[in-house]
């Protein structure tokens, strides 16, 4: 079963997530593991950690509508006159895991 997210678009502002009617999705706080300078210690990272987060429906999307056409092209034969990527089908199952994972 698939949990319900707030549908997007989501827009970042600063630290702040927020879905299309204003409600707040999520607030970024904390520190950066990988800062190195002062400034960004102070800043860790939120507001590129907010900017990550507002693109989540439209990466899930992206990524759904992807591995589905992939999927159904090799199903089906489409690709039959194709040489695929080595590893084009371990992709495939890493972006299946990850839809998986952000939607359970």
Known sequence: METKHTPGPWSATNDTVK???GNIV???MGYSVKATAPEQRAQGGREANAHLIAAAP???EACRNLS???AKGIA???FKDCVL???AEKRL???QAAIAK???
């Open 19 to 21: 879905g299309p009617s």
């Open 26 to 28: 999520a607030e970024c």
């Open 58 to 60: 439209e990466l899930l």
């Open 68 to 70: 589905q056409y992939v």
């Open 76 to 78: 089906d034969g489409a």
């Open 85 to 87: 990527p080595k590893g």
């Open 93 to 95: 199952n890493q972006a």
């Open 102 to 104: 952000a939607t359970s």
